[in-house]
């Protein structure tokens, strides 16, 4: 009786360790990150932001910053994405903490994670106006009518700097109208003829296209997650000027178990 009770025991402590081996081995989740460009630009900071979390099987999940629940739901195995609204992200530097809280079975998890913003406002500042360049003067004649060594009219006039010009068309062809290329082109005799080459050409060309085509779609670009993203944008300064501001975006995950 008493070998049965001890091998019960060793039998449930190998469960556990197994358990707990294959946890290492297969982690919940195998990869957090940003997913977007490296480098963006554009005139105004971005107004979201995507968190990539990829896992190994489906899990609950619970997404929060330090006072409220942002999002819930179920994550199915391989990529999730989470979105986060980013309008008062880029107002100025600072470092923003969420929480991930999954459960999948009896394992409950909790990643702790960091999005770190730090904003460069020494760009090119664009608010200077430019230089508007007077308009050239318009050149003026002066008109007079003697009679004899006597003034009898004089005037000033400006010359206009809008020029006509009289182009002569050659003679048209006789017959011509509105639709004369069209009933020349059908009057054309080889114009109902085709090459038999030229057509065995355009049918290989087609079918080559579609199979292209196709490879191409079957050819799915994986996700990219990334630890750092850089965004550029503009933004008014203290004095109403235009100024080119560079953000760098970093985030860093915190494992943990309850």
């Given at each position: 009786?008493?070998?049965?009770?001890?091998?019960?025991?060793?039998?449930?402590?190998?469960?556990?360790?197994?358990?707990?081996?294959?946890?290492?081995?297969?982690?919940?989740?195998?990869?957090?990150?940003?997913?977007?460009?490296?480098?963006?630009?554009?005139?105004?900071?971005?107004?979201?932001?995507?968190?990539?979390?990829?896992?190994?099987?489906?899990?609950?999940?619970?997404?929060?910053?330090?006072?409220?629940?942002?999002?819930?739901?179920?994550?199915?195995?391989?990529?999730?994405?989470v979105e986060i609204?980013?309008?008062?992200?880029?107002?100025?530097?600072?470092?923003?903490?969420?929480?991930?809280?999954?459960?999948?079975?009896?394992?409950?998890?909790?990643?702790?994670?960091?999005?770190?913003?730090?904003?460069?406002?020494?760009?090119?500042?664009?608010?200077?106006?430019?230089?508007?360049?007077?308009?050239?003067?318009?050149?003026?004649?002066?008109?007079?009518?003697?009679?004899?060594?006597?003034?009898?009219?004089?005037?000033?006039?400006?010359?206009?700097?809008?020029?006509?010009?009289?182009?002569?068309?050659?003679?048209?062809?006789?017959?011509?109208?509105?639709?004369?290329?069209?009933?020349?082109?059908?009057?054309?005799?080889?114009?109902?003829?085709?090459?038999?080459?030229?057509?065995?050409?355009?049918?290989?060309?087609?079918?080559k296209n579609m199979?292209?085509?196709?490879?191409?779609?079957?050819?799915?670009?994986?996700?990219?997650?990334?630890?750092?993203?850089?965004?550029?944008?503009?933004?008014?300064?203290?004095?109403?000027a235009a100024r080119?501001?560079?953000?760098?975006?970093?985030?860093?995950?915190?494992?943990?178990?309850?």
């Amino acid at each position: 009786m008493a070998i049965k009770k001890i091998s019960l025991l060793l039998a449930c402590i190998i469960s556990l360790d197994l358990y707990f081996l294959g946890q290492d081995l297969f982690p919940l989740v195998r990869d957090i990150g940003l997913i977007g460009d490296e480098s963006s630009k554009d005139f105004a900071p971005p107004d979201k932001l995507i968190i990539g979390v990829e896992v190994s099987r489906d899990a609950l999940y619970k997404f929060s910053d330090e006072e409220n629940v942002i999002k819930a739901g179920l994550f199915t195995r391989g990529l999730n994405t989470v979105e986060i609204e980013a309008n008062g992200l880029f107002l100025e530097s600072g470092t923003h903490v969420y929480f991930l809280d999954l459960k999948a079975g009896d394992l409950t998890l909790r990643k702790e994670i960091e999005i770190d913003i730090q904003l460069d406002s020494s760009g090119v500042d664009s608010g200077t106006p430019p230089q508007v360049k007077n308009p050239e003067p318009e050149p003026e004649y002066e008109l007079s009518m003697f009679v004899g060594e006597k003034l009898m009219v004089s005037g000033r006039k400006s010359l206009s700097k809008e020029l006509s010009f009289n182009v002569e068309l050659p003679p048209l062809p006789d017959g011509y109208g509105p639709f004369y290329e069209i009933e020349k082109e059908y009057k054309n005799p080889l114009r109902n003829s085709f090459s038999i080459l030229d057509a065995i050409g355009a049918g290989y060309s087609l079918i080559k296209n579609m199979i292209d085509k196709k490879k191409m779609q079957k050819q799915v670009k994986p996700v990219q997650k990334h630890e750092q993203l850089t965004a550029t944008f503009m933004r008014r300064d203290s004095e109403g000027a235009a100024r080119e501001v560079t953000a760098v975006i970093k985030l860093k995950v915190k494992n943990g178990i309850l």
